[in-house]
């Protein structure tokens, strides 16, 4: 967002033109670092035909997107915004305790997959899209800045959570 939309086009194209050099592919998505894209944003994603992006977090200080509502899919003048999906605070419900957290991405380090089962069914029966939130390190444990070992606890509860889901009839994309 602290571009102009001339400087966002030109530096979504350098990113799009290396991504197909070193792939022989375009990207298809996008999400902005930290969140901080605004309505130029999109608007240079569709010059660099980058037709799907991901960076509205509502909440998120760097996120300056507008008119856009919370969990649900929008199509801005031909690019697909898929909204990072996010709770509000349920504390005590059905008498289980919950943090009380304001707004909170669906993100694996931060819910365990049991909370975020919970969660999606907590929903409603059938929600649009949810958005599971990973990083490249989501899996491992670190000690300062290095890794320790990897996570296989989480790994298999994160299989648990995926095939509970399919029985349950959700889809994966």
């Not at 943090?99 to 409603?124: E, T």
């Not at 648990?160 to 889901?165: A, C, I």
Request: proline share 4%; net charge neutral.
């Amino acid at each position: 967002y602290e571009y102009n939309l001339a400087e966002q086009t030109e530096i979504l194209k350098i990113g799009r033109d290396l991504i197909k050099k070193w792939t022989g592919k375009f990207p298809l998505a996008h999400r902005a670092g930290m969140y901080s894209a605004n309505d130029d944003t999109l608007k240079a994603l569709k010059i660099n035909e980058i037709t799907i992006d991901s960076s509205y977090l509502p909440g998120n200080e760097n996120c300056h997107l507008s008119y856009l509502e919370v969990n649900q899919l929008s199509n801005i003048s031909g690019v697909i915004e898929l909204p990072i999906t996010v709770i509000k605070n349920i504390n005590g419900y059905y008498g289980i305790p919950f943090p009380n957290i304001g707004l909170s991405k669906f993100d694996i380090n931060l819910f365990s997959p049991f909370w975020i089962y919970y969660l999606i069914k907590f929903m409603g029966k059938n929600p649009d899209y949810v958005m599971l939130f990973l990083h490249s390190s989501s899996f491992i444990i670190r000690n300062k800045d290095k890794i320790k070992h990897i996570n296989y606890r989480l790994i298999n509860e994160f299989d648990k959570l995926l095939n509970n889901l399919i029985v349950d009839g959700y889809e994966f994309y």
